[in-house]
């Protein structure tokens, strides 16, 4: 269906070509998955096949890539629309209409489908997707995984032969995920349909691939192969196969229950061993007493000093949150022994008919680590933006460093807290990396150099002429994380901060948090990303249609957890292991 004859990109200004050699074929009715590291050309590759290389982003393409039989090089974009759907990085950068209904039609509109065809047609992706209570909303109101669900839907009602996909589930949580692949399967197994997809979440996609192409590195052939296969020698790699290594097991396992047959051995030589304490805890935070069991007799009243006032509009709380008096969770969250940098009382947020938050009460001390989870929607993105001022709450209060965010001056805020947002290009205006270095030392006042040197920790290899349009999402997320961090703030803020990174990039990220967890920063990051929170947080907030309904340490938290529990925990539960770095500590130690 797809086919790759030498095909090479180089873009103007570059030393080197983004994309050489590219000679494989991609076949009809395949799911195949193109993974590699951050920058090695693989959002190039897909544009190759949708025609947007190089008839949208210029540069040279050298070679032959033909879609159904037909050339790229001959036909443009609008020429392929009905053979290709494409979803890029970016979903906002995909969106023509202002509501969600409205937008699924559009590309069958363009196609001249009879009305009926696309009534239909829209009514069957909305069930698809789980889009059905949103079709009236307008996109602009709409969390970013709601976005991303809208975008893979918009290229669905056409019934493309191909689809491509640019990290389809980065911005979705775990539940959202598993549905959108579930579509992708479908399609695959029951239509025919092609699916060429890059991704760095491997644990959620790679069991689900037929083959998988590696882009090792910038400029260098792909190899393509069967999954296991290219587990075994790719750079980047799920904590199961990372896992897998470990043990020796063979065939290398791609899923839970593939591993979970193998792990009988592991999970006796782990037991007499202790997973270590929580990554990311504060020496003065005491720790939560065990979760311990609720006792309510149903048919009492509520003692009306517990409960919490009734909400005016918006859903009525449920037996079980009334009971407990709207805290969601019998476990207590570690208390801090000092004054927090940030507290957060009985915040609840309005945002028109929705109630994006209702009633959070949360503290991060200094040095604390705290990882908000929860579908998409739930309120994550509305409370990170309470915290740094950017909403005003409609009832409780925000503090941070004893200000109200919302009703202070912003220059003064920067030096107590900062956001590194969802969308990192909202913080880069300049034209070069060494420009907006420039400016991110000259505004929070630190000495020149200051940013760059995050930056080349983070992004080693990353020019100082190189334009931000230029980076590939994870790339810009990094740049802009530096940015924030050069002001130091004592609060940082992060809204989804793995989406496009691989797992050195990770890693990276990982080690440059915990430095700043170290030297007293609290950290709170919402994140649908369980491996990114096992890895880093100290404590898990889950918030449910903008209540905090679970807040404990991030074991506890999370083994218990179907949806929000890493690869690890899963395959070796019900001992508490959450990563595969913890797991080989305990066997160098004598396991």
Known sequence: MIRFEQVSVRYDGTDRPTLSGVDLAVPEGELVLLVGPSGVGKSTLLGTVSGLVPHFTGGVLSGRVTVGGRDTRTHKPRELADLVGTVGQDPLAHFVTDTVEDELAYGMESLGLAPDVMRRRVEETLDLLGLAELRDRPIATLSGGQQQRVAIGSVLTPHPK?????????????????????????????????????????????????????????????????????????????????????????????????????????????????????????????????????????????????????????????????????????????????????????????????????????????????????????????????????????????????????????????????????????????????????????????????????????????????????????????????????????????DEPTRGLDYAAKGRLVGVLRSLAAEGHAIVLATHDVELAAELAHRVVILADGEVVADGLTGRVVVSSPAFAPQTAKILAPQEWLTVSQVRGALEAGA
Do not use: F
């Open 162 to 494: 191909v689809l491509v996909l640019d990290e389809p589930t980065s911005a979705l949580d775990p539940a959202a995920a598993e549905e959108v692949l579930a579509v992708l399967q479908r399609l695959v197994h029951d239509l025919g349909t092609t699916v060429l997809m890059a991704e760095h979440r491997l644990e959620r996609v790679v069991q689900y691939a037929d083959q998988v192409v590696l882009l090792p590195a910038p400029g260098a052939a792909p190899v393509m192969g069967a999954p296991a296969e290219i587990m075994a020698i790719s750079p980047v790699r799920p904590p199961v196969a990372e896992l897998g290594l470990l043990a020796g097991w063979d065939p290398l396992p791609l899923s839970v229950r593939d591993a979970r047959r193998g792990a009988g051995e592991l999970r006796a030589r782990l037991a007499t061993a202790e997973p270590p304490a929580p990554p990311g805890a504060p020496a003065n935070v005491s720790v939560a007493p065990p979760e311990t069991s609720v006792d309510v007799d149903v048919n009492v009243d509520v003692n009306p000093s517990v409960a919490p006032a009734p909400v005016s509009t918006g859903p009525r709380p449920g037996r079980i949150a009334r009971l407990l008096g709207r805290k969601g969770s019998a476990e207590a969250a570690p208390a801090p022994a000092t004054d927090p940098v940030t507290r957060v009382e009985s915040l609840s947020v309005r945002r028109g008919r929705i109630e994006a938050l209702r009633r959070v009460t949360l503290t991060v001390a200094p040095g604390e680590t705290v990882a908000l989870m929860g579908r998409n929607g739930a309120g994550k993105s509305t409370l990170l933006g309470a915290l740094v001022g950017m909403v005003e709450p409609t009832s409780g209060s925000v503090r941070v460093g004893g200000l109200a965010p919302a009703r202070t001056d912003p220059r003064t805020m920067i030096r107590r807290v900062g956001l590194v947002p969802q969308e990192p290009r909202d913080l880069l205006y300049a034209d070069t990396v060494a420009a907006e270095c420039a400016a991110a030392d000259r505004d929070a006042g630190a000495a020149e150099g200051t940013c760059r040197a995050l930056v080349s920790e983070l992004l080693p290899g990353v020019e100082d002429a190189t334009h931000p349009r230029d980076l590939s999402e994870g790339q810009r997320l990094a740049l802009a994380l530096a940015l924030v961090l050069t002001a130091r703030p004592p609060l940082l803020l992060l």
